[in-house]
């Protein structure tokens, strides 16, 4: 495969984008189910050493790495810190005499552990380290370091690497753990495109410490996109399945319908096919502001890059849950057989619940997209600018009164800001009568963090509700009618299943009633009809080949029960008719002579 | 590598902090003192040998290797449970300590054991569906081993609903004996445990038809496998299913039938025989004493995914005190992540819940002793109540710990995720029970369908069953007026139940009046259905942990009572939290009341901090029954996590093959 990528590199020249696409994108996992050993070179190693090396270490590394002349990964994560780079304890302490780094692993806890294709396959890797010059510490900085001899393959003195075990997915991405034993790189191998360190080793700082954010938030985006991909194949498995299994009888005398069928099936399934859509336009957006951001800061103007960091944090907390949550609901919608292997579902739903606490645990991020949002609580209760994602807040920290509640789509996606700013504001209010009762703030803080994850949440649900809802709106406006009608149906029972699951809130916070529960009930039980009949061609809308889909019960020829029984016969156990083992135990513990 | 050997500092401490005495809880959850002593004497007789253990971690063999594994120690164990165990227990007590058998075997299996449906359906079906008779011919060959035997249902193609089952068993009166006959694929038995390679011996439930009717479905006992060579017997077709999620020592087969002839008497014939010439007779209500096995594996699961849930909690609160992330405060050290409210959160609810749900199938257990024993003097009144309740309780307990086990799992971060820490395999094998044994939503339907019933006779005035006869005074139509403690709680979660069923109840007649029939009208209320029914479960495991624990701690020392006390108060402040919208629809709860129930929360999880390992103590788990390098007593996480790294077998040499095989290539070029 990553020859057949080299090739195209080759031919167009194309840049990431093209490796994102090949990569995060589904065409990956026909050939890799379970993850590839390579992907940190091409998600990872190469966008760091783009982002913060220089020009010249850019040009000594990078047309190197694209070759795969050399394989890299990225090593941040130790055994004993995680979410808390700071805490980070390998060491990176510079020699003036001898112009080298001697990057030390000080205990256990700090052998890094974790990352893809470190322990068998990469030869380079970029490590992160608590940089020491003239003894003083500076943080943690990227480093380059060889790990294996170019030629044998053997790790160089000094290197401790191995594999770290068995994991609950991801068991061909070869995840890793390395310790240094004092060992020694030049000093060009720290990547100072931010900051550096002279051959006497004076320590010149970044011109700001908030670049390093990039390279984070590039995964993000991507790891968004990568959810849309498990969600569609989870929910084309599991609707495709759905219409060839039939399942009681409702009705004396007349045969077992199609599950899919059944309105309990269809509320497991339908808002996933439209969660396919929602995060797929949010990330696309998301991806546009992105680049807007980037180019800016490319000029040095930084104004929104706090907004987008609390943007990204929230929206890779929401998404990966909610997709784990997806694909999990497809699995057991599958009954028994979403147990086997051979639906892939459960592979799938090990790759995505990874995501739930690599790339910055969820709840730390939903937190970190809290802060911002008390903050801007406090702006709106000054005078000061609101940034557009928050703006709007206002209107509660204004006071105004709820109006009567609009139960059209708009005024529900409306009513969710007003959760969202309701939210935000009592988490504010709980802090400061904490505080007022002789808590510190971070006291305060921590006591209120459940509530604060919570007001994250609903921030980033209003936020995604708007985007989908407007997105749709502007890509149907050449759409066909037809079209037109199953896609806005898709909006329109996304927006209502959020409202139906989150009525407890907008009770709370609006001036919603029970007259218009029991209409939005009737309105969603209605859209799962409307949408029924349209439901295969949903899925066979998000076109993924048998081959990517890897599933017995999702082959687009519904040939379900016959490819359970195919790959059943592929299990070595049914190689023999009888398994060594009952001579060896099972007869004599029988014939009583074990 | 030098690996420290010595235990965490900061475990030590939390057990010195911790202000109740542990086996005094300990014994509450075991169900007396006496009950803790023969367990502990069991775990030792079995642990202490150490033949539980595998020298290469479980996850590294491939499957047949795995297999054969497992064959090897369910051999063991059921040796040292023949030959030790019974004489310490008798046969006849079996029943009462098989939740402590089936713990003590968490040992030997990380996975589950091939044997498992041998004891836990093959021998319960003879023993329930079969004549004295056949009680007596059967039964002590399988008891000592002499045939191992699966029980199938469930077809590739038909599972909740049995009476979709395809297979049939025909009666031919010239030869007396019945043909065993899968028509087509989809009528093979799949997912049987112990079917593939292992069993010689197999209950199959087909459709009997005989003189030219069909009577439905009923039980069979089948030979399979040659009792000598262990060859599959001509006419049979059976083997294992490939990998799944977990089970994967379990040996789930298939099983197919090309005419196969059975002697008449293999049929279990308690309920119902067919007789020499053919003439289909009915001794019992089938339909009723066939419940009695059903209720009995739903109280068995619960207790059993109470005990998975307490595992779980063990490992990550546990973890959670060793491990140590941010800074809450800039300049001090990092706190152990257990300090952070977000954490404790997520955590203390799974001790709570594994606790609600352990009293509850003790309870479900007591009720069911009772209605059984009624059914024997010929009252079968309370069956439907009885059984409404096992489809719930079965239904909400497994998927709350399944949600509950991947909460913890997700706790302890990227950890978690390493097989060994034991948390993948525990989802695994619990989310897997939220589709057997009847599904989630099937069961809840079910619930839901008696309801109804119950609300429809209690609009009309008439009498309803204990669990329900909040719909009494639900019925009238008053809110119920919040007030926040237990008994309040519990109050509110009824009116919440009876608000639901009521809408339900309105929306089906709302659209019967619309011109739908009943049937279709139902289906199209299943959403609020399912709703309703879980609902209704939820009070009922309020009011019976809440009852529970008032009773088992009457006679508890004051520090005991209290952290009771406040787990109690958890669950209940914890699920009215999740449920604000409902009681905002169905009761007179305000904002205010939320607001003050928040806070209450918040309170409670700091109460709770300090004693949170020793709650977790007291489930008392050995090492060897948790299987986890980030639960063990001693808190050595880091080095256990690096010396089971260290048994990949992929670390036994620094270069793999593949590099010359293949990378070499690629990065010179030479692919």
């Given at each position: 495969?990553?020859?057949?990528?080299?090739?195209?590199?080759?031919?167009?020249?194309?840049?990431?984008?093209?490796?994102?696409?090949?990569?995060?994108?589904?065409?990956?996992?026909?050939?890799?189910?379970?993850?590839?050993?390579?992907?940190?070179?091409?998600?990872?190693?190469?966008?760091?050493?783009?982002?913060?090396?220089?020009?010249?270490?850019?040009?000594?590394?990078?047309?190197?790495?694209?070759?795969?002349?050399?394989?890299?990964?990225?090593?941040?994560?130790?055994?004993?810190?995680?979410?808390?780079?700071?805490?980070?304890?390998?060491?990176?302490?510079?020699?003036?005499?001898?112009?080298?780094?001697?990057?030390?692993?000080?205990?256990?806890?700090?052998?890094?552990?974790?990352?893809?294709?470190?322990?068998?396959?990469?030869?380079?890797?970029?490590?992160?380290?608590?940089?020491?010059?003239?003894?003083?510490?500076?943080?943690?900085?990227?480093?380059?370091?060889?790990?294996?001899?170019?030629?044998?393959?053997?790790?160089?003195?000094?290197?401790?690497?191995?594999?770290?075990?068995?994991?609950?997915?991801?068991?061909?991405?070869?995840?890793?753990?390395?310790?240094?034993?004092?060992?020694?790189?030049?000093?060009?191998?720290?990547?100072?495109?931010?900051?550096?360190?002279?051959?006497?080793?004076?320590?010149?700082?970044?011109?700001?410490?908030?670049?390093?954010?990039?390279?984070?938030?590039?995964?993000?985006?991507?790891?968004?996109?990568?959810?849309?991909?498990?969600?569609?194949?989870?929910?084309?498995?599991a609707t495709?399945y759905s219409a060839v299994r039939h399942q009681s009888q409702p009705k004396p005398d007349e045969p077992e319908p199609q599950i899919l069928d059944y309105v309990t099936q269809q509320h497991k399934l339908f808002v996933g096919i439209?969660?396919?859509?929602?995060?797929?336009?949010?990330?696309?957006?998301?991806?546009?502001?992105?680049?807007?951001?980037?180019?800016?800061?490319?000029?040095?103007?930084?104004?929104?890059?706090?907004?987008?960091?609390?943007?990204?944090?929230?929206?890779?907390?929401?998404?990966?849950?909610?997709?784990?949550?997806?694909?999990?609901r497809c699995?057991l919608a599958c009954g028994?057989?979403?147990?086997?292997?051979?639906?892939?579902?459960?592979?799938?739903?090990?790759?995505?619940?990874?995501?739930?606490?690599?790339?910055?645990?969820?709840?730390?991020?939903?937190?970190?997209?809290?802060?911002?949002?008390?903050?801007?609580?406090?702006?709106?209760?000054?005078?000061?600018?609101?940034?557009?994602?928050?703006?709007?807040?206002?209107?509660?920290?204004?006071?105004?009164?709820?109006?009567?509640?609009?139960?059209?789509?708009?005024?529900?996606?409306?009513?969710?800001?007003?959760?969202?700013?309701?939210?935000?504001?009592?988490?504010?209010?709980?802090?400061?009568?904490?505080?007022?009762?002789?808590?510190?703030?971070?006291?305060?803080?921590?006591?209120?963090?459940?509530?604060?994850?919570?007001?994250?949440?609903?921030?980033?649900?209003?936020?995604?509700?708007?985007?989908?809802?407007?997105?749709?709106?502007?890509?149907?406006?050449?759409?066909?009618?037809?079209?037109?009608?199953?896609?806005?149906q898709?909006?329109d029972l996304?927006?209502v299943y959020?409202?139906l699951?989150?009525?407890?809130?907008?009770?709370?916070?609006?001036?919603?009633?029970?007259?218009?529960i029991e209409r939005l009930q009737r309105w969603y039980e209605d859209l799962l009809s409307q949408l029924r009949p349209n439901a295969v061609?949903?899925?066979?809308?998000?076109?993924?080949?048998?081959?990517?889909?890897?599933?017995?019960?999702?082959?687009?020829?519904?040939?379900?029960?016959?490819?359970?029984?195919?790959?059943?016969?592929?299990?070595?156990?049914?190689?023999?008719?009888?398994?060594?083992?009952?001579?060896?135990?099972?007869?004599?513990?029988?014939?009583?002579?074990? | 590598?030098?690996?420290?050997?010595?235990?965490?500092?900061?475990?030590?401490?939390?057990?010195?902090?911790?202000?109740?005495?542990?086996?005094?809880?300990?014994?509450?959850?075991?169900?007396?003192?006496?009950?803790?002593?023969?367990?502990?004497?069991?775990?030792?007789?079995?642990?202490?040998?150490?033949?539980?253990?595998?020298?290469?971690?479980?996850?590294?063999?491939?499957?047949?290797?795995?297999?054969?594994?497992?064959?090897?120690?369910?051999?063991?164990?059921?040796?040292?449970?023949?030959?030790?165990?019974?004489?310490?227990?008798?046969?006849?007590?079996?029943?009462?300590?098989?939740?402590?058998?089936?713990?003590?075997?968490?040992?030997?299996?990380?996975?589950?054991?091939?044997?498992?449906?041998?004891?836990?359906?093959?021998?319960?079906?003879?023993?329930?569906?079969?004549?004295?008779?056949?009680?007596?011919?059967?039964?002590?060959?399988?008891?000592?081993?002499?045939?191992?035997?699966?029980?199938?249902?469930?077809?590739?193609g038909h599972g909740t609903f049995i009476r979709g089952?395809?297979?049939?068993?025909?009666?031919?009166?010239?030869?007396?004996?019945?043909?065993?006959?899968?028509?087509?694929?989809?009528?093979?038995?799949?997912?049987?445990?112990?079917?593939?390679?292992?069993?010689?011996?197999?209950?199959?439930?087909?459709?009997?038809?005989?003189?030219?009717?069909?009577?439905?479905?009923?039980?069979?006992?089948?030979?399979?496998?040659?009792?000598?060579?262990?060859?599959?017997?001509?006419?049979?077709?059976?083997?294992?299913?490939?990998?799944?999620?977990?089970?994967?020592?379990?040996?789930?087969?298939?099983?197919?039938?090309?005419?196969?002839?059975?002697?008449?008497?293999?049929?279990?014939?308690?309920?119902?025989?067919?007789?020499?010439?053919?003439?289909?007779?009915?001794?019992?209500?089938?339909?009723?004493?066939?419940?009695?096995?059903?209720?009995?594996?739903?109280?068995?699961?619960?207790?059993?995914?109470?005990?998975?849930?307490?595992?779980?909690?063990?490992?990550?609160?546990?973890?959670?005190?060793?491990?140590?992330?941010?800074?809450?405060?800039?300049?001090?050290?990092?706190?152990?992540?257990?300090?952070?409210?977000?954490?404790?959160?997520?955590?203390?609810?799974?001790?709570?819940?594994?606790?609600?749900?352990?009293?509850?199938?003790?309870?479900?257990?007591?009720?069911?002793?009772?209605?059984?024993?009624?059914?024997?003097?010929?009252?079968?009144?309370?069956?439907?109540?009885?059984h409404a309740?096992?489809s719930c309780?079965?239904a909400?307990?497994?998927?709350?710990?399944?949600?509950?086990?991947?909460?913890?799992?997700?706790?302890?971060?990227?950890?978690?995720?390493?097989?060994?820490?034991?948390?993948?395999?525990?989802?695994?094998?619990?989310?897997?029970?939220?589709t057997?044994?009847g599904d989630y939503t099937v069961l809840l339907l079910q619930t839901a369908r008696f309801l109804i019933k119950a609300w429809e006779?209690?609009?009309?005035?008439?009498?309803?069953?204990?669990?329900?006869?909040?719909?009494?005074?639900?019925?009238?139509?008053?809110?119920?007026?919040?007030?926040?403690?237990?008994?309040?709680?519990?109050?509110?979660?009824?009116?919440?139940?009876?608000?639901k069923i009521s809408s339900s109840v309105a929306s089906i007649r709302k659209r019967m009046k619309n011109g739908k029939a009943f049937e279709d009208a139902w289906e199209l209320t299943g959403v609020q259905l399912v709703a309703a029914a879980e609902t209704h479960c939820?009070?009922?495991?309020?009011?019976?942990?809440?009852?529970?624990?008032?009773?088992?701690?009457?006679?508890?020392?004051?520090?005991?009572?209290?952290?009771?006390?406040?787990?109690?108060?958890?669950?209940?402040?914890?699920?009215?939290?999740?449920?604000?919208?409902?009681?905002?629809?169905?009761?007179?709860?305000?904002?205010?009341?939320?607001?003050?129930?928040?806070?209450?929360?918040?309170?409670?999880?700091?109460?709770?901090?300090?004693?949170?390992?020793?709650?977790?103590?007291?489930?008392?788990?050995?090492?060897?029954?948790?299987?986890?390098?980030?639960?063990?007593?001693?808190?050595?996480?880091?080095?256990?996590?690096?010396?089971?790294?260290?048994?990949?077998?992929?670390?036994?040499?620094?270069?793999?093959?593949?590099?010359?095989?293949?990378?070499?290539?690629?990065?010179?070029?030479?692919?």
């Amino acid at each position: 495969m990553f020859k057949l990528l080299r090739k195209w590199q080759e031919e167009e020249n194309t840049g990431m984008e093209n490796y994102r696409a090949v990569l995060g994108g589904a065409l990956g996992s026909a050939i890799l189910e379970d993850g590839s050993p390579l992907t940190l070179h091409y998600v990872m190693f190469i966008p760091t050493l783009m982002g913060q090396g220089t020009v010249e270490q850019q040009a000594y590394w990078i047309g190197r790495a694209f070759n795969v002349d050399i394989i890299g990964t990225y090593a941040q994560t130790e055994l004993g810190h995680g979410t808390f780079v700071r805490g980070l304890e390998t060491t990176a302490t510079y020699d003036p005499k001898t112009k080298e780094f001697v990057l030390h692993s000080p205990s256990l806890t700090a052998y890094k552990w974790w990352p893809g294709g470190l322990a068998h396959t990469a030869n380079y890797c970029i490590v992160m380290a608590q940089l020491y010059t003239a003894g003083k510490c500076h943080g943690i900085h990227a480093f380059i370091v060889q790990l294996r001899d170019e030629e044998t393959h053997m790790p160089l003195p000094g290197i401790k690497v191995g594999e770290i075990g068995a994991k609950l997915g991801m068991n061909g991405t070869n995840n890793g753990f390395l310790g240094l034993e004092h060992v020694r790189i030049p000093r060009e191998h720290m990547l100072m495109k931010n900051a550096k360190v002279l051959e006497d080793g004076t320590y010149v700082n970044s011109p700001s410490s908030k670049l390093t954010y990039g390279t984070m938030m590039f995964v993000r985006v991507v790891l968004v996109n990568d959810m849309c991909n498990y969600m569609a194949k989870a929910v084309t498995t599991a609707t495709r399945y759905s219409a060839v299994r039939h399942q009681s009888q409702p009705k004396p005398d007349e045969p077992e319908p199609q599950i899919l069928d059944y309105v309990t099936q269809q509320h497991k399934l339908f808002v996933g096919i439209a969660s396919v859509h929602a995060f797929k336009l949010s990330a696309n957006w998301l991806w546009n502001m992105y680049n807007n951001v980037t180019a800016e800061l490319e000029s040095g103007d930084m104004e929104r890059l706090p907004e987008l960091h609390a943007l990204s944090c929230c929206l890779k907390a929401v998404s990966t849950a909610d997709a784990a949550q997806c694909v999990e609901r497809c699995r057991l919608a599958c009954g028994g057989h979403g147990y086997m292997l051979s639906s892939n579902l459960p592979t799938s739903y090990g790759l995505v619940t990874a995501a739930c606490t690599y790339e910055g645990e969820n709840t730390v991020l939903l937190l970190q997209t809290a802060r911002y949002l008390v903050k801007a609580w406090q702006q709106a209760a000054g005078a000061s600018q609101l940034t557009p994602t928050v703006a709007y807040i206002r209107r509660v920290t204004s006071g105004r009164r709820a109006p009567p509640f609009d139960s059209s789509l708009a005024g529900l996606i409306d009513a969710f800001h007003t959760v969202a700013a309701g939210k935000i504001g009592l988490c504010v209010a709980n802090i400061e009568k904490r505080q007022k009762e002789g808590l510190s703030y971070e006291d305060a803080w921590n006591m209120t963090s459940v509530q604060l994850t919570q007001a994250s949440e609903a921030h980033c649900r209003a936020i995604l509700l708007l985007t989908y809802h407007e997105q749709t709106e502007m890509q149907c406006k050449n759409a066909s009618p037809e079209l037109r009608e199953v896609l806005s149906q898709l909006v329109d029972l996304y927006v209502v299943y959020w409202t139906l699951q989150c009525v407890g809130d907008l009770l709370r916070f609006t001036s919603i009633s029970e007259r218009d529960i029991e209409r939005l009930q009737r309105w969603y039980e209605d859209l799962l009809s409307q949408l029924r009949p349209n439901a295969v061609g949903l899925v066979d809308a998000f076109d993924i080949r048998d081959e990517i889909l890897h599933s017995a019960l999702g082959a687009y020829d519904g040939r379900v029960y016959e490819r359970l029984m195919e790959e059943a016969l592929k299990s070595p156990l049914n190689a023999e008719p009888v398994n060594r083992s009952f001579h060896q135990y099972l007869k004599p513990l029988m014939q009583g002579k074990l | 590598m030098e690996l420290s050997m010595s235990a965490n500092e900061d475990l030590a401490k939390e057990r010195a902090r911790c202000d109740f005495n542990v086996s005094e809880i300990t014994n509450i959850l075991d169900g007396g003192i006496e009950r803790t002593k023969q367990r502990k004497k069991i775990e030792s007789i079995a642990l202490s040998n150490g033949k539980c253990r595998d020298v290469t971690p479980e996850e590294t063999l491939g499957p047949k290797e795995r297999y054969e594994n497992a064959i090897r120690k369910s051999c063991l164990y059921t040796k040292i449970v023949k030959d030790q165990v019974l004489t310490l227990t008798g046969l006849e007590v079996l029943g009462s300590n098989s939740s402590v058998l089936r713990r003590t075997a968490d040992a030997f299996f990380k996975d589950i054991s091939p044997f498992l449906l041998h004891l836990g359906m093959f021998v319960p079906t003879i023993m329930g569906q079969g004549t004295p008779e056949q009680q007596s011919y059967w039964l002590p060959r399988a008891l000592d081993f002499q045939i191992i035997g699966t029980y199938a249902q469930t077809e590739l193609g038909h599972g909740t609903f049995i009476r979709g089952l395809e297979t049939t068993a025909t009666y031919d009166p010239d030869t007396e004996e019945f043909v065993i006959h899968n028509p087509r694929l989809t009528s093979y038995k799949w997912w049987a445990g112990g079917l593939g390679k292992t069993s010689n011996y197999c209950i199959v439930v087909a459709q009997l038809y005989t003189q030219g009717k069909c009577y439905g479905i009923h039980p069979f006992i089948v030979q399979i496998r040659d009792e000598d060579t262990h060859v599959p017997l001509p006419g049979v077709r059976v083997g294992e299913i490939g990998p799944r999620m977990g089970f994967n020592t379990a040996d789930n087969g298939f099983l197919g039938f090309d005419h196969y002839r059975i002697p008449r008497n293999h049929m279990l014939m308690k309920n119902s025989q067919v007789l020499k010439d053919g003439t289909y007779v009915k001794v019992a209500s089938h339909s009723k004493l066939t419940y009695g096995t059903m209720v009995f594996v739903r109280v068995m699961l619960v207790n059993e995914v109470a005990f998975n849930l307490a595992k779980a909690a063990t490992i990550a609160v546990r973890y959670s005190a060793v491990r140590r992330q941010s800074e809450k405060i800039s300049g001090e050290p990092e706190p152990q992540i257990l300090d952070y409210v977000t954490q404790q959160h997520k955590l203390f609810v799974c001790i709570a819940t594994a606790h609600a749900l352990q009293l509850s199938s003790n309870w479900l257990w007591k009720t069911f002793s009772a209605v059984l024993a009624d059914m024997r003097g010929g009252n079968t009144e309370n069956l439907p109540e009885l059984h409404a309740l096992s489809s719930c309780l079965k239904a909400l307990s497994t998927s709350d710990s399944a949600a509950l086990i991947e909460q913890c799992r997700l706790a302890c971060g990227g950890h978690g995720y390493m097989l060994s820490s034991n948390l993948p395999l525990l989802y695994s094998f619990v989310t897997a029970t939220r589709t057997y044994e009847g599904d989630y939503t099937v069961l809840l339907l079910q619930t839901a369908r008696f309801l109804i019933k119950a609300w429809e006779q209690a609009e009309s005035g008439k009498p309803v069953t204990p669990t329900v006869s909040y719909m009494e005074e639900a019925v009238v139509g008053n809110k119920y007026k919040w007030n926040g403690s237990a008994e309040g709680i519990i109050k509110a979660a009824y009116y919440v139940a009876a608000g639901k069923i009521s809408s339900s109840v309105a929306s089906i007649r709302k659209r019967m009046k619309n011109g739908k029939a009943f049937e279709d009208a139902w289906e199209l209320t299943g959403v609020q259905l399912v709703a309703a029914a879980e609902t209704h479960c939820r009070a009922v495991i309020c009011d019976v942990y809440r009852k529970e624990t008032v009773r088992l701690t009457a006679n508890s020392s004051p520090n005991v009572k209290t952290v009771m006390d406040q787990l109690n108060m958890l669950y209940l402040s914890h699920w009215a939290l999740e449920r604000t919208g409902d009681l905002l629809r169905y009761t007179s709860t305000t904002e205010d009341d939320i607001i003050s129930c928040q806070q209450r929360y918040e309170e409670l999880l700091a109460a709770i901090r300090p004693n949170a390992v020793g709650l977790v103590d007291a489930f008392d788990f050995p090492d060897e029954i948790l299987q986890s390098t980030l639960g063990a007593y001693d808190g050595r996480v880091y080095e256990r996590l690096m010396e089971e790294a260290l048994k990949s077998p992929l670390n036994a040499e620094p270069v793999n093959r593949s590099f010359h095989q293949y990378l070499k290539p690629l990065m010179q070029g030479k692919l």
